[in-house]
């Protein structure tokens, strides 16, 4: 199986910060990666697919990068909205994983 | 608009079974490859399993700690998820959700189901 190792696993920061979230795979995955936000009580929303794709209405102080086992998640100006947790998730081969999360709390 | 809407969770005993739905709607269900993924509670998301579309046979895939348990089917002329979840233990307990695929292949989940809540416990 594939393991994602998200880091760090609990961040503090304040509205305007620039916030960066690695997840690390145990072998390559080349682009299949997800990043996912999710709030206490709802559903995950994708934020970010194959890696570094936008997802359709999501805010683009939001981007992501990298490929093969190395990627990160980039929130360029945090805002209060996006206090959450953030998991990536490996879509390359069965089983599907996620990483652990990684909680951004308010400063 | 589209929706999904995750049904039948609740108490069941250790060794129990229990049915999930999951009602589609505002898209063309049979196009898509729909995922069950689920949450225990406190804890991270944890992938349960897949059905793939009608172009890909209605083929399956599952976690290894559901595998031989769990069973997943779906029913496009109702536009229709199901999770048979049979033998259940206590490790089990979690928020069970329905996710669509992208349209574009294994590249993520763009649409969830709200969650139900199932409880293993005696």
């Known amino acids: 199986d594939i393991q994602l190792t998200q880091s760090p696993s609990f961040l503090s920061a304040s509205v305007g910060d620039r916030v960066t979230i690695t997840c690390r795979a145990s072998q390559g995955i080349s682009s299949y990666l997800a990043w996912y936000q999710q709030k206490p009580g709802k559903a995950p929303k994708v934020l970010i697919y194959a890696a570094s794709t936008l997802q359709s209405g999501v805010p683009s102080r939001f981007s992501g990068s990298g490929s093969g086992t190395e990627f990160t998640l980039t929130i360029s100006s945090l805002q209060p909205e996006d206090f959450a947790t953030y998991y990536c998730?490996?879509?390359?081969?069965?089983?599907?994983?996620f990483g652990g999360g990684t909680k951004v709390e308010i400063k | 608009e589209v929706q999904l809407v995750v049904s039948g969770g609740g108490l069941v005993q250790p060794g129990g079974s229990l049915r999930l739905s999951c009602a589609a709607s505002?898209?063309?269900?049979?196009?898509?490859?729909m995922d069950w993924v689920r949450q225990a509670p406190g804890k991270g998301l944890e992938w349960v399993g897949r059905?793939?579309?009608?172009?890909?046979?209605?083929?399956?895939e599952y976690a290894a700690s559901v595998k031989g348990r769990f069973s997943i089917s779906r029913d496009d002329s109702k536009n229709s998820l199901y999770l048979q979840m049979n033998s259940l233990k206590t490790e089990d307990t979690a928020v069970y959700y329905c996710?669509?695929?992208?349209?574009?292949?294994?590249?993520?989940?763009?649409?969830w189901g709200q969650g139900t809540l199932v409880t293993v416990s005696s």
């Open positions: 996710a669509r695929n992208l349209p574009s292949g294994d590249i993520g989940f763009d649409y």
């Open positions: 998730q490996q879509l390359n081969s069965y089983p599907l994983t």
């Open positions: 505002g898209f063309t269900f049979s196009d898509h490859y």
């Open positions: 059905s793939r579309n009608k172009a890909n046979s209605y083929t399956t």
